[in-house]
Nanobody
């Protein structure tokens, strides 16, 4: 069974940090570019960051560049999103994606 499971979301104050994790099963994880998306209330799903299958190349949305870092551990079949200097506009459900596969999402709320 192909599955992506996100974790690490929660409530954090502005300026704080969170680290999201997404663990895969049922796929050859090391063969895929992995991507994080997010969806804020009342808005569409938007690209956040992705990382090539060997971890050698990453891309970021302008809104998160310099604050978020994507990484992966192929041995653990896990992709991470380190989020620093969080702001209220980062509040969203964060989703992990492999081509054709979505996780269930994890809620991130940034509020004082």
């Amino acid at each position: 069974q192909v599955q992506l499971v996100e974790s690490g979301g929660g409530l954090v104050q502005p300026g704080g940090s969170l680290r999201l994790s997404c663990t895969a099963s049922g796929i050859t994880f090391s063969g895929y570019t992995m991507t994080w998306f997010r969806q804020a209330p009342g808005q569409g799903r938007e690209f956040v960051a992705n990382i090539r299958r060997d971890g050698g190349s990453t891309n970021y949305a302008n809104a998160v560049k310099g604050r978020f870092t994507i990484s992966r551990n192929n041995a653990k079949k896990t992709v991470y999103l380190q989020m620093n200097s969080l702001q209220p506009e980062d509040t969203a459900v964060y989703y992990c994606n492999a081509p054709g596969v979505w996780g269930q999402g994890t809620q991130v709320t940034v509020s004082s």
